[in-house]
């Protein structure tokens, strides 16, 4: 060819989300509370990518919530939550004609655990477990591969514990620890591959943040620094690749001004 350069492709979305909910408490008795919400949304979407492309979308979907507090204890709780939801397949502003023909995908989670603070109230954890399930992600047809269809199913169960305690007026430290385990439990890939029982790529098996925060006194200043570490992860849907994982530092320095903090 010429070797002449392409002209720019320009591409132009815009998304309207019209909502309702409402959520409410009830103490059933003293020691008990329930909790439940529920939102509809209605989303229009519209894409035009130059110079000839042009498709749009009308969505309706229910999410809800359903969950329930009980104190054991003066300070201590055991919590659980049910709930479902919607995603699209894709970024919307991103979304492709092919993938904007697609319906929603589902979600629904529940979680339960429990919580307990002690040391006058300067130290929390929590402990939990939850498992969470995607349904109708998008899939390569059994029967003919080259057909791309909603039917797929994606998981993850694990279980997390999270600490915050305040040693001293000045010090503060966070910490959590995550186990998780995330598969697909129905996905065919181009060529008619099936991913059953696979790692999705870049969900790490284990997740670990330690953080602490400390305040002069005296001072409005705030020091801060932490570990982020992300454990053993695929780098394909194929399973081929793993990487060891990796861990960032971070490290901050906060003023207090009377509008907020830089």
Do not use: C
């Not at 943040?209 to 400390?214: I, P, R, V």
């Not at 570990?227 to 060891?244: E, V």
């Amino acid at each position: 060819g010429s070797g002449a350069p392409l002209p720019p492709i320009n591409s132009n979305a815009k998304v309207k989300v019209s909502s309702i909910f409402g959520e409410n408490a009830l103490n059933l008795t003293p020691n008990w509370l329930l909790v439940g919400g529920a939102r509809y949304d209605w989303i229009d979407f519209e894409r035009k990518i130059a110079p000839s492309t042009a498709f749009s979308r009308n969505y309706g979907a229910l999410s809800w919530r359903v969950g329930t507090v009980y104190d054991v204890a003066p300070k201590t709780q055991i919590f659980a939550q049910y709930s479902k939801a919607i995603v699209p397949v894709g970024n919307f502003l991103l979304l492709s004609f092919a993938n904007a023909q697609f319906d929603l995908t589902r979600g629904q989670s529940i979680e339960a655990g429990i919580k307990s603070s002690f040391w006058d109230d300067r130290i929390d954890v929590t402990l939990s477990a939850y498992h969470i399930r995607q349904s109708n992600i998008v899939t390569r047809d059994p029967t003919d591969p080259t057909l791309s269809i909603q039917g797929g199913r994606q998981s993850s169960r694990g279980v997390e514990l999270s600490l915050s305690a305040a040693l001293t007026r000045q010090l503060r430290v966070d910490a959590n620890w995550t186990l998780l385990d995330a598969r697909f439990d129905r996905l065919i890939e181009a060529g008619g591959a099936d991913r059953k029982g696979n790692t999705p790529a870049r969900i790490p098996e284990t997740i670990a943040n330690l953080f602490a925060f400390y305040s002069f006194e005296g001072l409005p200043i705030t020091v801060s620094a932490g570990l982020r570490h992300a454990g053993r992860f695929y780098t394909d849907n194929a399973n081929m690749i793993r990487a060891r994982g990796y861990t960032t530092v971070d490290a901050a320095v906060g003023y207090k001004f009377s509008f907020g903090e830089l």
